[in-house]
């Protein structure tokens, strides 16, 4: 029989990097064909099992993993393994290095930017599949360590420096019991890996990467599962010196290093709680202007910004203002979608939007299907210490949740998100119900 108690963990990894030249997507407006990898993509699985509850949770090192992918992969992994489709999450890590993998509406009149690929998405779920197959079959007696590090000094709130920011990143450690070798990492990060830019045309998983490579130089060559957590409106922004792999990884490995000292003389012991719910909330829809007012505001958006470019601005602050002309732009191509009636085809693909909650030991992780704002996982470790929000999980909302602030304010964010800000709102509250009605505390 059994030992209901006992943990079993398992890890695997599999490379989806493109076998062919690839649109490097998360820059509007610029043609950007891959010219190489400097880095592996790569698809990153932990398996943890306690009594009768399985749970894989799944890391890509991609922009987005579309919800078709992620329906598809569950199917194929649970027929493999028998680990039901709804005890399995999938996420992206959100590098703007790697293939498109999503038609967003908002790059409807972006010449540049090419349909999704379908033979690298058949390539990415191929890969998905692999390592969360593999993590079951490498499944060993474990014990793991949860820990939380502290990610400061990797970036900051992307329009105030001083403004909110998440620098909380829970790790969790598992190890075998029978000679406390590691088996794999997982931790949720919350800061956009975006010190690549627009010019850099070799795929690349980012900072993300060299964090990996920093505990893999330490703990051998273990999985290691990169989950981004809310940072819709945090960046690297005001912390990198330029836009170069240097600073990825000094960044990267500054958050290893991080990591590291948090895993140090930690405690390791059986999973104490594993549990799964699901439940889902409906998108609302986002009231976009006319034609007039959305033309109206372009025309200031690329006055400010001209104005900041030709001053000698900094350049941090010239970049803000460009990507809210990238915004500008963008509201416009959905405004003209929206009178078409072309939108509804996009919001009903996502609707209903997945929430899925996980309590791994003293942890509880929430999968939101969007780039969330960090105010969001700020509100929900502030109701419920030690839960933490894991962004563009099973799926994507085309774009951000934005708090009402935000929406308010304008800008990029706001002018790219294709719902309203009483998602997010939304998405709290079902994440709360599906959470308070077992609260037994989890580590903060």
């Not at 992780?365 to 109701?383: C, D, K, N, S, T």
Request: aromatic share 6%.
């Amino acid at each position: 029989m059994q030992n209901q108690s006992a943990t079993r963990a398992g890890a695997a990894e599999a490379d989806i990097s493109p076998h062919h030249p690839q649109f490097l997507f998360g820059y509007p407006h610029v043609e950007r064909m891959s010219t190489g990898i400097h880095d592996p993509l790569l698809g990153s699985a932990l398996y943890l099992e306690r009594g009768g509850t399985r749970v894989i949770l799944i890391a890509a090192d991609l922009i987005f993993v579309p919800r078709p992918v992620v329906l598809a992969a569950r199917r194929r992994i649970f027929e493999a393994t028998g680990v039901p489709e709804s005890h399995i999450l999938i996420s992206a890590s959100h590098t703007h290095s790697g293939p498109v993998t999503v038609d967003h509406a908002s790059n409807a009149d972006d010449p540049v930017v090419p349909a999704a690929d379908p033979e690298y998405l058949a390539l990415l779920e191929n890969g998905l599949v692999n390592a969360g197959v593999d993590a079951v079959h490498a499944a060993d007696e474990a014990e793991i360590a949860e820990v939380v590090a502290d990610s400061t000094g990797i970036g900051t709130n992307r329009r105030d420096p001083d403004g909110p920011a998440f620098h909380r990143v829970p790790v969790i450690a598992a190890r075998r019991v029978s000679d406390r070798t590691m088996i794999g990492l997982l931790m949720v990060g919350s800061m956009h890996p975006t010190v690549l830019h627009e010019d850099s045309t070799l795929v690349s998983a980012d900072f993300p990467a060299y964090t990996r490579f920093a505990l893999k130089e330490r703990h051998g060559p273990v999985p290691v599962v990169y989950h981004t957590g809310p940072c819709g409106n945090l960046s690297p922004r005001h912390v990198t010196r330029d836009n170069t792999f240097a600073e990825a990884e000094r960044l990267g490995r500054q958050l290893g290093e991080a990591v590291d000292r948090a895993l140090r003389d930690t405690r390791y012991a059986p999973i104490e709680h594993l549990e799964v719910r699901s439940g889902a909330v409906k998108p609302v829809p986002r009231t976009f202007p006319l034609k007039g007012e959305a033309e109206a505001a372009l025309r200031r958006a690329e006055e400010r910004y001209e104005t900041l470019r030709r001053s000698g601005a900094p350049r941090q602050e010239v970049r803000t203002a460009e990507v809210d002309l990238f915004g500008a732009r963008e509201t416009m191509t959905l405004s003209r979608l929206e009178a078409e009636g072309v939108l509804e085809s996009f919001r009903s693909e996502r609707t209903p939007a997945e929430i899925q909650v996980l309590r791994i030991g003293g942890f509880h992780f929430a999968g939101w299907p969007a780039e969330v704002f960090v105010e969001y996982g700020i509100e929900l470790q502030r109701r419920l210490p030690g839960t933490y929000i894991i962004s563009v999980a099973n799926g994507e909302l085309q774009g951000y949740l934005v708090t009402p602030e935000a929406a308010a304010q304008g800008g990029y964010e706001a002018s790219n998100a294709l719902f309203a800000h009483t998602t997010g709102e939304r998405m709290l509250d079902e994440t709360l119900r599906l959470l308070t009605a077992d609260n037994r505390g989890a580590r903060a």
